[in-house]
């Protein structure tokens, strides 16, 4: 398994990763084709790709605020989830931030998400109770994060 920078031709490999993971998918929003190509034009190589056999596994998304790395969009085909994907990519993504001086890394997910809340557990990340989510939105459908 490889971890590189998503390309253009990763769109639909990464959408069907997404689906086969449960992620809601915006394909008219911000994951549409264009939308995810004008992203990795501004990503800066953080938006990853882990590939086994030449096929895309696994994805995640990073981004960053100038100050604080955020790691996005996380997830792993299911035929090889348990098999330390998510894990290197996280760590691929932490190193990305570290080299452009991101020390601080946040994350947002679904308060029930078992799987994601134990992995980011064991790769040192702590949970924040006391941290409320606001949003505003263009698009007035009922969409999480």
Known sequence: ??????????????????????????????ESR????KQLSLAEGLMLVAEDD???????IGSHDNRKGWINRLA?????????????LVKAVEA????????V?????????EKS????KSLGYVRHEDIV??????DTREFCC
């Open 1 to 30: 398994m490889i971890i590189r920078t998503m390309k253009p031709e990763d769109y639909e490999p990464v959408i069907a990763i997404w689906e086969s993971a449960g992620l809601l998918i915006e394909r008219e929003g911000r």
């Open 34 to 37: 264009d939308s995810i190509i």
């Open 54 to 60: 030449g096929k895309p596994v696994g994805v995640v």
């Open 76 to 88: 792993v085909s299911p035929e090889k989830q348990h098999a330390g994907v998510a894990t290197a």
């Open 96 to 103: 990305k931030f570290k080299s452009i001086g991101m020390n």
């Open 105 to 113: 890394i946040g994350l947002l997910m679904i308060d029930d998400n």
């Open 117 to 120: 809340a134990a992995l980011f």
């Open 133 to 138: 989510y606001y949003s505003k939105r263009e």
